[in-house]
């Protein structure tokens, strides 16, 4: 199992910047992806972003050019750098790791953070 700790959610003007931190509970070379997804009032929980425990990294489309993924080993934490921030952008978000178990795999979740982009 692992625990996901978000935290760096706020309020924001359009156009600024902030960064999510999501800390897990164990060491994340052990999990075979984390990523970030959102979900806004009144619509569906959606993928933001994900990077493999290789490195690879996966974005969507709205997101593309404007926020940045990354992970850092010794600190077993996971970031979402947003930057050029939309009100669309308006969501909470959530921290989201995955684990392959054999021929199957395990979502593990963390608690969310809001992001508001207002000005």
């Known amino acids: 199992q692992v625990q996901l700790v978000e935290s760096g959610g706020g309020l924001v003007q359009p156009g600024g910047s902030l960064r999510l931190s999501c800390a897990a509970s164990r060491s994340i070379f052990t999990i075979n992806q984390m990523g970030w997804y959102r979900q806004a009032p009144g619509k569906q929980r959606e993928l933001v972003a994900a990077?493999?425990?290789?490195?690879?990294?996966n974005y969507a489309d709205s997101v593309k050019g404007r926020f940045t993924i990354s992970r850092d080993n010794a600190k077993n934490t996971v970031y979402l750098q947003m930057n050029s921030l939309k009100p669309e952008d308006t969501a909470v978000y959530y921290c989201?790791?995955?684990?392959?178990?054999?021929?199957?795999?395990?979502?593990?979740w963390g608690q969310g953070t809001q992001v508001t982009v207002s000005s």
């Open positions: 990077i493999t425990s290789g490195g690879s990294t």
């Open positions: 989201n790791a995955i684990i392959y178990y054999g021929l199957g795999s395990t979502d593990y």
